[in-house]
């Protein structure tokens, strides 16, 4: 059923069709989880089969024709489901009961038509648009997929009814800014913050009310310029290590898993920016490590469960997984307090005077900042405010650079594009922030990765308050999700919306944000709930992409799994990003010298046996030979 969906449909000239595949819990982040996934297993998804970066030939072709019938057969059965009133409410109450009886009486169709059409737009509550569904309906494939078959159905904002549960999904620029930014205040975390609570306490994430507006004013100071600017070099070194490992790799003729290689690049960096902590799980895969993914693969699991299966009051104590969970949790919780300590030590013994671009240079994390800020806050609220920039600043740009090198490996002429440019700005040499500005192909090119593939790719809210949503009262309690994929992905809003084309930001255009596409691209949200670590993220994912696509090639590995979607918090592959690294070979660098330029007069025979002759005269400079 989801490979069924229009975004996959009309597929780039470069994108093969999707299918549906099983998950397969036990390949993803092979040596950290190779357990069976409860909750995910069974889970189908939607494929984009990889091009194993090949020209397409004619088994490929006959591969792509099948997948194409079957695509379109699923499409429609998805539209025929729709159209049969699989997702619709019946209209019950007392108008409609008059309707269907008077009907049945012999007025005509019309007449009731325009009647009821009247009272409905007198009426003083329009409704919602519903959708019904029933939980197995969406359980077979990432979620935010069926939500955009549903979008193109019902519009801008409808009711989703689970059984009892129901949900708005807000797929609207105007509405999703009423929602993050207009009227914020009358909007809480909802249900995220009751699945993160065992994880993130009341960190910034979860946090409501004035708990997150005093723990916001002490957190977005420590993200300054001057902490991003030192955190350049720490994201060079991190990717230089990533670099130095598929160097190997390269050599050996082996092919890597990028996206559980990502992962631990971006767990390495934020351990390091947010509380000095080397998890250095490049090269180990030490207690800790295997910690942070039980807790994060948990977060995960727990957002994509049909029912809170923790809350039940013994399980917690007897099943096995949920006493992992527990003791994960515990040696994390030890290891902050320890940092904590130690940096409390550190910040007591220093002498530099406190002032708004703070930074420590043998020490410059974010829990240094805060503690030599005086923020007087607990530990464990400390505690909770790093877990949860370790759980945000991770998986995210993880999942960021995951799904740039798929869509990367396929379109090389957006491949050559960027190593020209990273090859013309760094030259041999690390990256340094003024580099940041010139990379601007690079920024276009995570700037429609993001949008393509946007982490997370729904934001959720509850209201606190009765609201108007666009024409519709709504009221008190209402769970919301807003469908960054369905804003991201509209036809409505893009042109040509599926494809992966980093020209439509232009160059010397501004950076693309919420505010200047008003609400229609929402890469990091928007609103007072807007990410705090967006040019963090922006630049740690810059570099790391200037510097792997300098040194090396990226293919899709021969024989690779296809490449699909499941979801947790962010997009996740099923079966992990396999591909073929090859050590760059560069075209000579040619010095840009100012040379006398040579003028030749007779043609001239360019090789033996080559009948090509020049025979007008020749420009050549004297640095070509
Ligand atoms: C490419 C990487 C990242 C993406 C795509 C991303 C995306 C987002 C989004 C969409 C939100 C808004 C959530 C909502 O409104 O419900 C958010 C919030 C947040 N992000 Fe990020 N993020 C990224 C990296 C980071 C990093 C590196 C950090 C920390 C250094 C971070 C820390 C946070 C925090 C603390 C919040 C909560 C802010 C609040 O509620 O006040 N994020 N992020």
Redesign the pocket.
């Known amino acids: 059923m989801a490979a069924n969906f229009p975004l996959f449909r009309a597929a780039p000239s470069s994108t093969k069709p999707v299918r549906i595949r099983k998950f397969n819990p036990t390949t993803r982040f092979p040596p950290l989880y190779a357990k069976r996934h409860p909750v995910l297993r069974g889970l189908s998804t939607i494929a984009c089969a990889s091009s194993n970066g090949k020209e397409p030939d004619s088994v490929d072709d006959g591969v792509k024709s099948v997948e194409r019938l079957l695509e379109q057969k699923r499409l429609a059965e998805l539209s025929a489901r729709i159209a049969s009133g699989d997702f619709t409410v019946s209209q019950s109450g007392f108008p409609s009961v008059l309707k269907e009886s008077l009907l049945k009486l012999g007025v005509p169709n019309a007449v009731l038509e325009f009647l009821f059409g009247w009272v409905n737009n007198h009426g003083d509550c329009p409704r919602i648009p519903e959708a019904k569904g029933s939980i197995s309906a969406i359980r077979n494939e990432a979620f935010f997929i069926p939500l955009y078959e549903l979008y193109l159905r019902y519009g801008g904002i409808f009711r989703l009814n689970f059984g009892p549960k129901s949900f708005l999904i807000v797929s609207d620029p105007s509405i999703s800014k009423h929602i993050?930014k207009e009227n914020s205040k009358a909007y809480s975390?909802g249900i995220l913050a009751e699945i993160l609570e065992f994880v993130m306490g009341k960190g910034?994430?979860p946090a409501d009310g004035e708990i997150?507006r005093v723990r916001?004013r002490a957190i977005v100071p420590s993200?300054h310029q001057k902490y991003v600017a030192a955190m350049i070099n720490l994201f060079g070194q991190a990717t230089d290590r990533l670099c130095k490992k598929l160097d190997v790799a390269a050599s050996d003729g082996e092919d890597v898993e990028m996206e559980s290689l990502f992962s631990r690049l971006t767990l390495d960096i934020?351990g390091k920016?947010?509380f000095n902590y080397d998890f250095d799980s490049l090269t180990n895969d030490t207690g800790i490590v295997e910690a942070v993914y039980t807790v994060l693969r948990e977060a995960e699991d727990r957002s994509v469960a049909p029912i809170p299966f923790w809350e039940i009051p013994i399980w917690k104590d007897i099943s096995p997984r949920q006493k992992k969970v527990s003791a994960a949790l515990k040696l994390i919780n030890d290891i902050l307090d320890d940092l904590i300590a130690i940096c409390k030590r550190m910040v007591d013994e220093e002498e530099l005077q406190f002032h708004e671009e703070y930074v420590n240079e043998q020490d410059p994390s974010i829990l240094h900042f805060l503690l030599a800020s005086g923020d007087d806050v607990s530990s464990k609220q400390l505690r909770d405010d790093l877990m949860?920039?370790l759980i945000?600043?991770h998986e995210?740009?993880a999942a960021?650079l995951t799904w740039t090198f798929y869509l990367l490996s396929k379109e090389p002429r957006v491949m050559s594009k960027l190593q020209e440019e990273v090859d013309s700005v760094l030259g041999d040499r690390f990256p340094r922030i003024e580099d940041m500005k010139k990379l601007k192909y690079a920024t276009r090119v995570i700037n429609e990765s993001?949008r393509l593939y946007p982490?997370?790719p729904v934001?959720?809210r509850r209201s606190l308050v009765d609201d108007v949503l666009g024409k519709y009262p709504i009221k008190r309690g209402e769970d919301i999700f807003i469908s960054v994929w369905n804003l991201h992905r509209s036809p409505k809003l893009w042109d040509e919306a599926d494809m992966f084309k980093p020209e439509r930001w232009p160059l010397d255009g501004p950076n693309p944000n919420e505010t200047n596409q008003n609400f229609s691209y929402?890469?990091?949200?928007g609103g007072p709930?807007?990410?705090?670590?967006?040019l963090?993220?922006s630049y740690e994912?810059v570099v790391a992409l200037a510097m792997l696509v300098r040194r090396l090639n990226f293919q899709m590995a021969l024989g690779a799994p296809p490449v699909e979607m499941t979801t947790g918090a962010t997009i996740h592959t099923t079966a992990g990003l396999k591909m073929t690294v090859t050590r760059r070979v560069k075209p000579p660098i040619i010095p840009a010298l100012e040379m006398p330029t040579l003028t030749m007069d007779a043609p001239i025979s360019l090789s033996k046996g080559d009948n090509t002759s020049l025979d007008q005269k020749s420009e050549v400079s004297s640095a070509h030979s």
């Open positions: 993050l975390k910034l994430i997150w916001r993200l934020i920016a947010v949860t920039m945000a600043g995210t740009s960021v993001l982490q997370p934001l959720i929402l890469p990091f949200g709930r807007k990410c705090v670590g967006d963090f993220a994912i």
